[in-house]
Nanobody, 123 residues
Framework: VQLQASGGGLVQAGGSLRLSCAASGGTFSSYSMGWFRQAPGKEREFVGS????????WYSDSAKGRFAISRDNAKNTVYLQMNSLKPEDTAVYYC?????????????????WGKGTQVTVSS
């Protein structure tokens, strides 16, 4: 499975961005999807995940209430809607796929990774 994240950019604090992750080369609907991020000098961290059907989602405490994950299996795409962005959300955001059910995932749980997309939130 090949994954390609897009939609990053520069936004002011309080603004919104929607990231997309397009999948190819596999059966997208067979995978739960996760979003992770890595800020400069920090370890990669879990942002959220969604089950293969889209029926369940999980979020980190920092993302809960501000971010929303959704997917369109017909388009082989998963989305991360980010609202009320803060400077501390600045990071490279990665999408990843796993055969696990979902939940609070670690990097080692993921089977495939996309290249990241940079999100920069200015104060």
């Amino acid at each position: 499975v090949q994954l390609q994240a897009s939609g990053g950019g520069l936004v002011q604090a309080g603004g919104s961005l929607r990231l997309s992750c397009a999948a190819s080369g596999g059966t997208f609907s067979s995978y739960s999807m996760g979003w992770f991020r890595q800020a400069p000098g920090k370890e990669r961290e879990f942002v959220g995940s969604i089950t293969w059907s889209g029926g369940s989602t999980w979020y980190s405490d920092s993302a809960k209430g501000r971010f929303a994950i959704s997917r369109d299996n017909a388009k082989n795409t998963v989305y991360l809607q980010m609202n009320s962005l803060k400077p501390e959300d600045t990071a490279v955001y990665y999408c990843a796929a796993t055969t696990r059910y979902g939940g609070y995932l670690y990097g080692g749980d993921m089977d495939y990774w996309g290249k990241g997309t940079q999100v920069t939130v200015s104060s």
